[in-house]
């Protein structure tokens, strides 16, 4: 049965339906975990900045059960 679905070929389309499926709502929680934590963000500032934001956006998972913020 696994190897059934391992060979089944998927379209274009459906890749990107499932990269779509996944994707959103990832970014959404993490641009809602970015914006509820801002508060080690008021000394950084420019590229750091951005990237620290990016970095929560990305890694919000860990970033939920270690409790810890990106600077």
């Keep these: 049965m696994l190897k059934d679905l391992l060979d089944r070929k998927l379209s274009i389309r459906q890749l ?3 990269a779509i499926t996944i994707g959103v709502p ?3 929680i993490g641009v ?3 914006l ?5 963000l008021t000394h950084v500032h420019g ?4 990237f620290s934001v990016l970095g929560e956006v ?5 970033l939920i059960i270690s409790n810890i913020t990106l600077t």
């Design 16 to 18: 990107l339906y499932i």
């Design 26 to 28: 990832y970014v959404v």
């Design 32 to 34: 809602i975990w970015a």
């Design 36 to 40: 509820n934590h801002q508060d080690h």
């Design 47 to 50: 590229i750091d900045k951005l």
């Design 58 to 62: 990305i890694a919000w998972p860990p």
